[in-house]
């Protein structure tokens, strides 16, 4: 019986084959577009290094097209062009960016007025060395790290979006202290008891939710910028069997990012 030998060209297939299928996709196509958020480490010419949140250095390139925009005020709504020799290593940004090629081009990076102070300051030397490292470091560890420094339960009766007076009072005081604090957000989900059918307790959760954050804004005074759309979560975890008031909330939480305010706890 003949023996088949196979070639050199069929191993060499097959290895392209075997490859192609377990490594992962390394490039992403001409024209598609993302968007990084992260701390600038490095600045060479029209090349800027950004490290996200999972400490994964994303290298950008800056074209004539590229927008860089400060932004002011609390909603971050009203913005100045600016150089790109604002662009500074310790500054926090987001970067849109589309693929070109091998490169990640810029065509947006934004940042906040305040955020490029205290960049500025470091740069500067303001702080003696030691504590300007230690500073920096920290916030590149911690940034897209939130932490809520608030909480507030807002019970409901059941099946109704109506906030409680104990409820309207619990969100004047969490925005009485968002007012005090920088580069705040505040985030929400609402629940319900587990009676009733299950499409329709989302939806009333969801009402909830958007109840709270309009109160918060017209009543509390906060920013819409930084009153994040809330989100319907359907019947609670803890809800249980049957009407269950504890069940009927929305849980509301003031978080700052630990990396945009360095001196949260």
């Keep these: 019986m003949a023996c088949w030998k196979p070639s050199k060209h069929s191993f060499w297939i097959a290895a392209l084959t075997t490859l192609l299928a377990v490594a992962p996709v390394a490039f992403a196509a001409d024209g598609d577009k993302s968007t990084v958020k992260g701390l600038i480490t490095a600045v060479a010419g029209d090349t800027v290094t950004v490290r996200d949140g999972n400490n994964v250095d994303h290298t950008i390139t800056l074209t004539s097209a590229t927008e860089i925009k400060k932004k002011e005020g609390l909603a ?3 913005f100045e062009r600016m150089q790109k020799s604002a662009l500074i290593p310790g500054l926090p940004v987001t ?3 589309v ?10 990076i934004s940042f906040r007025a305040d955020d490029m102070r205290t960049a500025q300051q470091v740069q ?3 702080a003696p060395t030691s504590t300007k490292v230690d500073a920096m470091g920290k916030r590149m560890d911690d940034f897209g790290k939130y932490e809520a420094v608030a909480t507030a ?6 099946g109704s979006t109506a906030i409680s007076e104990k409820g309207k009072s619990d969100l004047m005081e969490l925005s009485k202290k968002a007012k005090d604090i920088q580069n ?23 009402r909830r939710a958007d109840a709270v954050a309009s109160y918060l804004q017209r009543q509390g005074g906060l920013q819409p910028g930084r009153v994040t759309a809330g ?14 008031a504890n069940a009927r909330k929305v849980v509301v939480k003031l978080v700052v990012d630990k990396g945009v305010n ?4």
């Excluded at 070109?100 to 065509?107: E, I, K, N």
């Excluded at 339960?153 to 059941?158: D, H, I, N, Q």
Aim: hydrophobic fraction near 45%.
């Design 95 to 97: 970067a849109d960016l």
């Design 231 to 244: 989100d319907g979560m359907g019947v609670a975890a803890d809800a249980g069997s049957g009407s269950n």
């Design 124 to 126: 500067a030397g303001v």
């Design 262 to 265: 360095p001196d949260a706890k």
């Design 184 to 206: 705040y957000a505040v985030v929400m989900q609402g629940f319900t008891d587990s009676t009733g059918d299950a499409a329709a307790n989302e939806r009333l959760s969801k």
């Design 76 to 78: 971050a709504v009203r």
């Design 153 to 158: 339960e807002v019970m409901f009766a059941s």
């Design 99 to 108: 693929a070109q090629g091998d490169q990640l081009q810029a065509t947006a």
